[in-house]
């Protein structure tokens, strides 16, 4: 959210500020957050109010995620009214929790009053039933009804994102109504980039931007001015969805209507821009084999959320083994064999994550799609060839002059060329085809690929040395 | 960028527009692209128009980057002053070069004329220098000033993204002059969201929201209401330290000033969530192993991105091999061994990278930072033994009772606790070391990971076999 007019007339003028609070690489300065400790045991109020207070919430965010655990419920408690709770939704969830259950309702709804709506809904949906109603019996009852409708939509719907203040007309009002409206109207937004046009029944007819209202003699009429909007976001959309619709069409704002057309709020970009960056973040984590975990997780939260993934690679890492273990004749005639596959199935590794990462970013940003998909499966293929023979050739020359043996040479520089072709099959067709299925391909890929490259890998190496050298299979 | 005005006006009514062109998968339908195809080949300039020359900016590129190239070229030519430019804004690099190559100067320079100077910097710098100077000496000289100015800053830096349209107003003005101004002014840039207040010199005094502007009487001066404009942009910033600047404050809009203080342009958050999603994007990438290539690269030009990467793996996986080479002997003894070896060493591949996808990610979001390190590190490395204890268990018991033998179980399990302790410490101590050196994590942890994950997995579990069962090490 941006500052609000009262924030921007409280701040102190330029020779007041301290400076930066922020040391080169990003982290709040020590010396600014020894002189919030030591004031905040002091009990300083003078210099918290100066200093702290007044900070832009996303800076009092970062400050709060610095100090000690006791210190933030101290810091809050103190502050008291000039604590602003918008700060709250640039911290981490278990921050958040911990400084939310440790207020009384009664201050966190004197706060709450003050919040933009979506900021308020943001605090108030990580609570429980029982001290959201709380909250919310405490607040006047036009808010109250704004909140539990968005509340009311599904989590990480366009409803629970969406700011539920706009200013609205109806279409026979001329552009100098609407002007003297705003200047007479006390209970505005905080701020707004577009008005929106309404029938007696709320229903949704347009909406005009300012710089077209400010342009536009007074006695136009509004709906004159007004252009249709074509993207509203119906409330029960997934954010994602609605994202992915902003993007597409460049929006920085958009009205979101219920499920008759009735305008219910106002989704607007910065909200939007950080569903952008989760979606990234979790398609990362999710290749990284990771899933919603935070920073401020502990040991067995973060041991429980990795175990399943550990788990499902140790299946396929005992599967892998068991191709080696058909070869055990083999490798007890020729131990260089043992020694080198781990070459082969590693490196096959590795070029089929290269061709999964960008099939999955590729996937993800819709640039991948039917038009291209074969002409993205012939270029891997020729990738996954082209690299094959050049790392053949160079662990076939060091293979054969390590163990002496141009057989061991010539049997791994194939092996190679073999697993690292398949490895970009594997890599481009695996997550085309979860995607097709309807599955997340971030989340599985990884998984399929590395199977196919160590069983291909162990395989084609120990299988071709055995035929190579005659020996017989099964231990 | 917005719609123009223009643009609204001339859509067609509701009833008249085609449906959807995005089939249910958000690839372009495969019917619509055939009407295109026949209608290109027809040279049926009525339905291309209507029907695809009113699309969407980005509608326009998606069905631009599915038809075949030859297509694309007889498209922009047949459709000539129809054709958007901005639509070359939302395709890959490679096929906006291939078109704007095919197009005569004369064209392009006509077109650019109508885009928003940013739109317009962004097609022109991908051009030589000569087609650039001969474009720009056919535009109005200040549209090429404007241009020029823009194109002179850095790659990459503010001064390029901004848009050089702006409204500027002295501070004495009142809230009516304004108005009566922008009512009567015809060159406004095509939308804003806010003005800025300016010296006689163009220094940059402050910026008013137009939300402020309507909502005050005619009376008063603007100096009165303009708010203080904190974070002006440096025009020579790169737009990555911008964009953060953005995300930092929640910013719409930001005035870019030049060395001066002097007001060049204006940059908006729509041009920042492009920059936003990049770094995402490349950090993603970056992990995976591959760099800057598109979709629309060659088999070479991807060949050659990819191969250091799988260069430097294969230099870390010989030296992995080495390691096992030292215990030729322990094998040759118990070939069980060289079945479960690679077990150990992918388990902790894989939990070492879940830790460093996490560890990567933090530090790319500032959200690890000395004040949290330690008790990250410290929360890893207990994640760590504890998976490592889960695993070390399961694994022992499964090649127990595969090989019948305890002492093999007895040894994996303790060599999987370690690994996956070594694997954690790693996968999070690394990345945090190469950013305190400056080196982005992102490129360079997961080498050095994997590199401690398998020689302290072959070492830990053969190693601990030898020592075990007494065998002498060296072949």
Same mark, same amino acid.
């Given at each position: 959210m941006t500052e609000t007019e009262d924030e921007i007339r409280n701040r102190p003028p330029i020779e007041e500020m301290p400076e930066s609070i922020y040391a080169e690489d990003g982290s709040v300065r020590s010396d600014f957050l020894m002189l919030v400790g030591a004031a905040i045991a002091d009990r300083d109020l003078l210099f918290l109010r100066q &200093? $702290? /207070? &007044?900070?832009h919430e996303s800076e009092l965010g970062d400050l709060i995620e610095a100090i000690q655990a006791d210190q933030r419920i101290a810091l809050v408690r103190l502050l008291?009214?000039?604590?602003?709770?918008? /700060?709250?939704?640039? $911290?981490?969830e278990a921050i958040r929790l911990q400084i939310v259950e440790n207020l009384p309702n009664a201050q966190i709804a004197a706060a709450i009053g003050e919040l933009d709506s979506d900021d308020a809904v943001y605090i108030l949906e990580d609570l429980d039933q029982a001290d959201q109603d709380e909250i919310l019996a405490q607040l006047p009852f036009t808010e109250r009804v704004r909140l539990r409708r968005a509340l009311d939509y #599904?989590?990480?719907s366009a409803g629970r994102r969406m700011q539920t203040e706009f200013v609205a007309v109806p279409p026979f009002w001329t552009v100098g109504q609407t002007i003297d409206y705003m200047r007479d109207?006390?209970?505005? #937004?905080?701020?707004?980039?577009q008005i929106f046009v309404i029938d007696p029944t709320f229903r949704l007819l347009g909406a005009v931007d300012l710089d077209r209202i400010l342009r536009? @003699? &007074?006695? $136009? @009429?509004?709906e004159a001015i007004m252009r249709e909007t074509n993207h509203p976001i119906p409330a029960v959309m997934d954010q994602e969805e609605a994202a992915q619709e902003f993007e597409q069409y460049d929006l920085l704002s958009a009205a979101v209507v219920d499920e008759g057309g009735r305008l219910v709020g106002v989704l607007t970009i910065d909200d939007v821009v950080d569903v952008i960056q989760e979606e990234a973040e979790e398609d990362l984590m999710r290749l990284g084999?990771?899933?919603?975990?935070?920073?401020?997780?502990?040991v067995t939260e973060t041991s429980r959320s990795r175990v399943p993934w550990l788990f499902v690679n140790l299946l396929t890492a005992i599967l892998a083994a068991s191709v080696i273990s058909l070869f055990e004749a083999t490798i007890e005639e020729i131990v260089a064999l043992a020694v080198l596959m781990p070459i082969v199935a590693g490196m096959g590794g590795n070029a089929g994550s290269q061709t999964m990462t960008v099939t999955v970013r590729a996937l993800a940003t819709r640039n991948l799609d039917i038009h291209n998909a074969w002409r993205v499966v012939r270029r891997e293929a020729g990738v996954g060839l082209l690299n094959g023979m050049v790392f053949g050739i160079l662990i076939g020359l060091v293979a054969g002059l390590w163990f002496q043996d141009v057989n061991i040479g010539g049997i791994i520089a194939t092996a190679m060329l073999i697993n690292m072709f398949a490895a970009a099959v594997a890599g481009i067709l695996i997550p085309i085809l979860l995607d097709r299925l309807g599955a997340d391909p971030a989340v599985s890929s990884a998984v399929f690929v590395t199977t196919v490259t160590d069983i291909t890998g162990f395989f084609a190496f120990l299988g071709l040395a055995t035929w190579w050298f005659r020996i017989g299979v099964g231990s």
């Open positions: &200093r $702290v /207070a &007044r900070l008291g009214d000039d604590f602003d709770l918008t /700060a709250l939704t640039e $911290v981490d #599904p989590e990480s109207e006390e209970d505005l #937004p905080e701020s707004f980039s536009t @003699k &007074r006695q $136009v @009429k509004i084999g990771v899933g919603d975990e935070e920073l401020s997780d502990t």
